[in-house]
């Protein structure tokens, strides 16, 4: 077999990137190169010769540093956190652009980010990518004519002060028109809490959307809405919809994309994950508070308008708030009440526990959901379930009162004294 190859006669050098060829030309030739000459006739430094002589290549972008460097270890630190996560590049910038001295381009920050291996790998570990090729349909919807509701659920944050970890979840609720959105915490997600969150949500907004879109949960259904059959909306919920004036309107189950407008909401909580351990429970509540302004005064990607802006044209529409007398019998209220010298609080008639520290303290009270839940400060001291006996002793409160009256009288005494007297106690007060 014969290959015919065209062999080059003559060798060219008009430009930098021709001296390698030069250089491997003349070795093999045994020839020597003249790199003054070169310059000459190139009109360039003799240096710069040698330099591509040796095989340099220019780069095709500059290799600036932007300067970030700096907060390497800062960085570092923060992705290492046994406590802090950071789901997103973004919860990252604002975390550094909220606590420190941190003025950089949002681009500029995210490049940055790509360019550090550790920290690339970072934000690639455990993501992964779903595609469908179900198509979805956009709609949109008048002013005043659907909100959408949702909650964030089981967010794992470690408190400063107690070092504690709680499950905190976040009732999203958006208006359909100008994306404004209210995000309400909670530390349960009860009928009565979703009710009560509700309500204030409704107040902040001056008015009442039309219809509420909402998945089958089971706080608002009692029997889920399915391809095949319509969904029993709860009698309470449907109740709290009746007073407040707005029609309940459930997905039907397992097509979260009828909501989308809500469920693009829950990334921006990420950012919650970041404060772990940084935070107590009221600073907490203030962080998803800001989030929700800052979220509310950004360009929404879907309609290119801040929604903020947008819910001023929109909240003209909504439906009017119904009277104050009915609003506050949805609404779970806070009072304080003071503890006696046997360590219960009365409550109603009744008489409730509470641990021997608090007595003579003043705590707060708020009854939800059948239950009583007491608190000092911000901390959850004591639940009782509501009850018409006279006296609701937890065993463990009244013993540690028995303690204080019977200094001296070892443990195992003082928990069958204990025992007897609430036994005593419970037949004469049921």
Not at 98 to 114: A, G
Not at 231 to 253: H, L, M, Q, T, W
Not at 337 to 353: D, E, F, H, P
Not at 364 to 371: A, F, L, R, V
Request: aromatic content about 10%; glycine content about 4%.
């Amino acid at each position: 077999m014969i290959i015919n190859i065209a062999t080059p006669v003559s060798l060219h050098v008009s430009k930098l990137t021709d001296l390698p060829k030069l250089r491997t030309f003349m070795e093999h030739n045994n020839l020597k190169l003249n790199k003054s000459e070169i310059a000459r006739q190139l009109g360039i430094d003799r240096r710069t010769v040698n330099k591509y002589l040796d095989g340099y290549t220019k780069p095709d972008h500059r290799n600036k540093d932007s300067g970030l460097s700096r907060y390497y270890d800062l960085i570092l630190e923060l992705l290492s956190s046994e406590t802090q996560v950071f789901h997103y590049r973004r919860n990252l910038y604002h975390y550094l652009s909220d606590n420190y001295d941190f003025v950089v381009p949002e681009q500029t920050f995210y490049h940055y980010l790509k360019k550090v291996p550790e920290f690339d790998q970072y934000f690639k570990r455990g993501k992964i990518t779903v595609s469908s090729s179900e198509p979805v349909i956009r709609y949109e919807t008048a002013p005043g004519e659907q909100g959408q509701l949702d909650w964030k659920e089981k967010i794992p944050f470690v408190l400063r002060d107690t070092g504690d970890t709680i499950y905190i979840h976040v009732l999203v609720i958006i208006l359909g028109n100008s994306r404004f959105r209210i995000y309400k915490p909670a530390l349960w997600m009860t009928q009565d809490i979703l009710i009560h969150l509700l309500a204030e949500a409704f107040e902040t907004l001056g008015g009442v959307p039309k219809t509420l879109l909402t998945d089958n949960m089971k706080t608002i259904m009692d029997t889920a809405r399915t391809k095949y059959r319509s969904g029993e909306i709860n009698s309470r919920f449907e109740a709290f919809a009746k007073d407040f004036g707005f029609k309940v309107k459930p997905c039907v189950a397992a097509t979260p994309k009828t909501k989308g407008k809500v469920e693009s909401q829950m990334k921006y909580l990420d950012e919650i994950s970041a404060y772990s351990g940084k935070l107590d429970l009221i600073e907490l509540f203030e962080l998803i508070e800001k989030i929700n302004s800052r979220v509310n005064s950004t360009v929404c990607q879907g309609t290119g308008k801040i929604p903020i802006l947008s819910f001023e044209k929109e909240k003209d529409s909504l439906l009017p708030l119904p009277h104050e007398t009915v609003r506050n019998q949805y609404k779970v209220m806070t009072r304080d009440v003071k503890v006696n010298t046997a360590g219960m609080i009365n409550i109603r008639t009744c008489q409730y526990s509470v641990p021997a520290e608090y007595i003579g303290k003043t705590v707060k009270y708020q009854i939800h959901d059948n239950e009583l839940y007491v608190y000092y400060n911000t901390k959850l001291v004591s639940v009782h379930a509501l009850s018409d006996k006279k006296l609701n002793y937890n065993a463990e409160h009244y013993t540690e009162v028995l303690n204080l009256r019977h200094i001296g009288m070892n443990s195992d005494e003082v928990r069958k004294l204990a025992k007897q007297n609430l036994e005593l106690i419970g037949g004469i007060y049921k």
